[in-house]
């Protein structure tokens, strides 16, 4: 016989998974600068492509370039270069900044006992650059990007499980918290089980996008999760 699988005690939320650009990082908009110029570099024209762009928003980067190059890898790949080229010279051009509030919601996060993991569809180099940038290299204990969990990135499930899997920080999948600014951050969410999927509005997509994808929560900015995950705690 088939029995569900509760919880017996009040659930905490002890590993917390974030988003980067969008969620805690406010980069007024230069994924879609950074795309352009990629698709510039290579003899594209970008106004064929920043509709699919928007959408995929929060997807691993070469998977777009993936499927707006008809699954030419090499062609991707040379896109995606690109692309990371071009982000980090906006990155490195001081042109980021922290979402207000969202390094002190990761400071209380962490003086709530919880651990947080920063995650991001860029890959590693990228991601540097962007701690570098904003001086953030020892916020959190871990950073994922889509290399680190086997090559998948958003909607797939997988970063959230490898920060589940090297922290060790809680035994259940529904333990886990989530937030980010995308429908795939979401989809991300809620296809790895966790139990609190916060979408927020300072980044992609709006509420509607959010809920249809999997948010439980929907909250302005990052700055409102600490005591969201206290009150669902309750």
């Known amino acids: ?11 905490t939320y002890d590993l917390v998974v974030l988003d980067m650009a969008g ?3 406010a980069d007024g908009g230069l ?3 950074a795309f352009t110029a990629a698709a ?3 003899g594209e024209d970008p106004a064929a492509m920043i509709d699919y762009v928007r959408a995929t928003m929060g997807e691993s980067k070469i998977s777009v370039f993936r499927h707006l190059f008809g699954g030419d890898e090499n062609r ?8 990371e080229e071009a982000y980090g010279e906006l990155v490195s051009g001081g042109l980021i900044a922290p979402v207000p509030g969202a390094a002190e919601a990761i ?12 995650t991001t569809g860029f890959a590693r180099v990228t991601q540097d650059a962007i701690f570098d940038a904003l001086g953030w ?38 333990r886990i918290a989530v937030a980010g600014d995308t429908s795939y951050d979401m989809l991300s969410g809620s296809r790895a089980g966790a139990g609190i999927v916060a979408g927020v509005l300072t980044g992609a997509h709006g509420e509607t996008a959010l809920k249809e994808h999997g948010a439980t929560h929907v909250l302005a ?14």
Not at 1 to 11: A, I, K, P
Not at 76 to 83: C, D, I, M, P
Not at 107 to 118: E, M, P, S
Not at 221 to 234: C, G, N, V, Y
């Open 1 to 11: 016989m088939n029995t569900v699988n509760t919880l017996t005690e009040n659930t």
């Open 23 to 25: 969620t805690t990082v």
């Open 31 to 33: 994924v879609e600068q």
């Open 40 to 42: 510039e570099r290579l």
């Open 76 to 83: 991707a790949r040379q896109a995606n270069l690109a692309f």
């Open 107 to 118: 400071a209380t996060l962490k003086d709530q006992g919880r651990t947080v993991v920063l």
């Open 137 to 174: 290299r020892d916020l959190v204990e871990l950073t994922l990007c889509p290399a680190d969990a086997g090559g998948r990135g958003r909607p797939y499930p997988d970063m959230v499980l490898a920060a589940l899997l090297r922290t060790g920080a809680v035994d259940d999948v529904r």
């Open 221 to 234: 900015s990052i700055a409102e999760l600490p005591a969201r995950i206290t009150e669902s705690e309750a």
